[in-house]
């Protein structure tokens, strides 16, 4: 089943096909699980450092997290929540470390632990969003900071390859700068690049924009339980990346 919402179709969210699962999470499920644990590796990491961790115990912890939800798939209590992945993820993060001693972790970078190739992308160059470190912040906010451009660089990953596939490659190339809000990025010289009248650059970039904005909807459909939710998503995210443009500042990596 999709939702319809203008000329695309959503798929089925990865997160309501994990919730109709429940406890016997089916094949379907568990690989729907898994791609939204590669996607969350980054805010969770970000919220186990800022919890006082080195960066070693960060990353063993994390793997030992998403470890265990993928071992024991049981999100019985998972509805009690708002139907978004994130508020369980951050949910369920808590809980385990709070019953997590050191001396239980016993991951001795990887020994006897089951392995989740889980983490983020490397050399992935369709990202292109970032914000600047800032002191002071709690972990959830960081967790939050870092949900908002993990959702960012997936939704230009997807768009960039939405472009690939419609041999538009290399306009996506230079008009990325302009979506991510590249200081630097230039009508005229696009123009030139492209061989096109400023005026064609500045349609174009506008329809891109549009593009991106299909591709983060879908994005973030895929973390709700109903996608009726993906409007207060999107008004939630943006007022996340609001919150910290406002100390420090969003920009192109």
Known sequence: MAL???RRRFPTTHWSVVLAAGEQVSPEARSAL???CETYWSPVCAFVRQ????SDDAHDLTQAFFARLLEKGDFRNARRDLGRFRTFLLTAVRHFLANQADHDLALKRGGGQIHVPLG???GDDARGFVMDPA???TPETIYEQRWALTVLDRAMARLKQECGQAGRGHLFDQLRPFLTGDAGASYEACAHALEMTEAAVRVAVHCLRRQFGQCLRETLAETV???ADVDSEIEYLLAVV???HASSSLKRI
Do not use: C, I, K, V
């Open 135 to 137: 002191s002071g912040e």
């Open 4 to 6: 319809e919402h203008g």
């Open 225 to 227: 339980n109903d996608p």
């Open 242 to 244: 609001a919150r910290r």
């Open 34 to 36: 898994s791609a939204l």
């Open 120 to 122: 983020p992308a490397p």
């Open 51 to 54: 919890t006082g961790r080195s």
